[in-house]
């Protein structure tokens, strides 16, 4: 699996877009970018993924580059309730077996 | 709405006791894995399942063993707990490779907290 760099924590003002960057320079041509989000003591949560084309759902956005070396998770309004864990992972498409969720950015929103 | 359920939030036990941490999904899902989460180590698989009575080795199986007499339930075993294995247990499910979602869409419970003592 390609390896994912992430900014360890990140803070966000309530109300405005949360910009989450993800950088996966070895990533090859079959695999996907997944994000996930855990909130404190609770399971992690599947939020997006795609392959190379921005994608939109109703929790986030997905921003990959052309190169698709890296790629940007957008929560257009954050709220204290994102507050959370976020982990971007990288993984051809139908492997879950082995899904390997590294360190992720801790982000904060704050009021 | 709850999909994924892990039936203990919270358990203690003492060292050599026999553990049973049990799950059990509701959307039909072929795929299910067992997880633990440590500080500093994030989450490391311990098991899964592709099919009934069908199980592979994760990253850590050693202390572990696991169940999977329905499609919807997938039970982890400590044979003999012991303290390192003191942890967050996490279990999850995902629909087969084919499908919009793919088998990386996993579905998480909230977790079983096991001290043992």
């Known amino acids: 699996d390609a390896k994912t760099t992430q900014p360890t924590s990140m803070d966000c003002a309530e109300g405005r877009a949360a910009n989450l960057p993800c950088n996966h320079s070895?990533?090859?041509?079959?695999?996907?970018v997944y994000w996930y989000r855990q909130i404190h003591s609770q399971g992690p949560q599947y939020i997006i993924h795609g392959l190379k084309n921005n994608e939109t759902n109703e929790m986030a956005s997905l921003i990959i580059t052309e190169d698709r070396k890296s790629s940007t998770l957008i929560l257009p309004h954050a709220t204290l309730r994102d507050t959370a864990v976020y982990y971007c992972?990288?993984?051809?498409?139908?492997?879950?077996?082995?899904?390997?969720f590294g360190g992720g950015t801790r982000l904060m929103v704050k009021p | 709405d709850v999909k994924v359920t892990q039936s203990s939030r919270y358990l203690v036990k003492r060292t050599g006791e026999k553990v049973f941490l049990e799950c059990v999904q509701d959307m039909d899902h072929e795929n299910m894995f067992w997880y633990r989460q440590d500080p500093g180590l994030g989450l490391r698989l311990i098991y899964f399942?592709?099919?009934?009575?069908?199980?592979e080795k994760g990253d850590i199986p050693e202390g572990y063993s696991v169940s999977r007499e329905k499609k919807e339930r997938f039970s982890l075993i400590l044979e003999s707990a012991s303290t390192n294995q003191t942890s967050m247990y996490l279990c999850a499910s995902s629909p087969p490779g084919q499908g919009a979602g793919g088998a990386n869409v996993l579905t998480f419970g909230a977790g079983s907290r096991l001290t043992v003592l």
């Open positions: 992972i990288v993984r051809v498409r139908n492997a879950g077996n082995m899904l390997t």
């Open positions: 070895t990533i090859s041509g079959n695999e996907y």
């Open positions: 399942s592709y099919d009934v009575k069908m199980k």
